[in-house]
């Protein structure tokens, strides 16, 4: 399946349509008797997502109660630090949802490294019954660096095939080292990818990942057998936009 690239004005509008995908999915998947089953992405890019589908009328439009919450990676502090992907998520989204505690799957970040990866690759298991967990939806960001859930450049991690979840320690930006990630093939797979990527500062790492030589680890974000998407802004665009035939603007 060909990627979706689809560029908004702004993050504003990006983070609506992301909502509304996100609503859309979780309606059908009920209307199926089935739940919904995501991989939130940590970093700051989904703030805007994440307190549209907090804030009426989405919150009230989704049916909390099927939907599970799960994490692409996590990094290695309490869920009260600041830096956990879960505190954040937690304190923009969850905390203003009606949605059952056993509905979300946070990776225990207070844990050590490998204990946390270990547990969270149980709760996968036992929530997908299967060897691979396959999302319906996984949310991803994109790092300067071309990275994506804590899949940096050069680490051996890229390369996993038996673990859907490792630990791993890498440093971006001056964010806590040791992290928890999903591996590339358990992103892989998922039923839909959806990058979202806005600001200046991604722009020429979106132009290397969307028309650069295949050396990044957002690049091998490639679902077997489901959609992948980017929703990305104007300013992250900037140099890609008249370059890609396949690119919608909103
Ligand atoms: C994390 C994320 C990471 C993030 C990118 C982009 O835990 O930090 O999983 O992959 O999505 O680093 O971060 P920003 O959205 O803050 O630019």
């Known amino acids: 399946m060909k990627p979706e690239i689809v560029i908004f004005p702004d993050p504003q509008t990006l983070a609506q349509e992301a909502a509304d995908r996100f609503v859309q999915l979780a309606r059908a998947k009920v ?54 992907n879960f505190g954040r998520a937690k304190e923009i989204l969850i905390d203003h949802l009606s949605i059952p505690a056993g ?19 149980v709760g ?38 038996t673990r859907s979840v490792v630990p791993v320690k890498a ?8 992290r928890v990630t999903l591996t590339l093939p358990a992103i892989n797979a998922a039923r839909q990818v959806i990058f979202l ?4 500062s991604k722009a020429d790492v979106l132009q290397t990942v969307l028309m650069g030589p295949q050396t990044l680890p ?16 104007a300013e992250a665009a900037r140099l890609i936009r008249e ?3 396949l690119t919608v603007e909103v």
């Not at 805007?48 to 990676?73: M, N, S």
């Not at 996968?124 to 450049?153: E, I, K, N, Q, Y």
């Not at 440093?171 to 040791?178: E, K, V």
């Open 218 to 233: 957002a690049q091998r974000v490639r679902p077997k057998s489901g959609q992948l998407t980017w929703l990305v802004d």
């Open 103 to 121: 509905n979300v799957h946070r990776i225990r970040g207070e844990l050590e490294p490998e204990a946390a990866a270990l547990a969270c690759a």
């Open 243 to 245: 370059h890609l035939p």
């Open 31 to 84: 209307a199926e008797g089935d739940r919904l089953s995501v991989a939130l992405s940590g970093g700051s890019t989904p703030a805007p997502l994440y307190r549209r589908l907090a804030q009426a009328p989405l919150r009230e439009a989704i049916p909390w109660q099927r939907v599970h919450l799960f994490w692409g990676d996590e990094r290695c502090v309490p869920p009260q630090h600041p830096e956990s």
């Open 171 to 178: 440093q971006y930006q001056g964010r806590p080292a040791w």
């Open 124 to 161: 996968l298991h036992a929530f997908f019954g299967r060897a691979w967990p396959r999302f319906d939806l996984v949310l991803l960001g994109l790092g300067a660096d071309g990275h994506t859930a804590s899949l940096f450049p050069g680490s051996p991690i890229l390369e996993e095939t």
């Open 197 to 200: 990527v806005t600001g200046a």
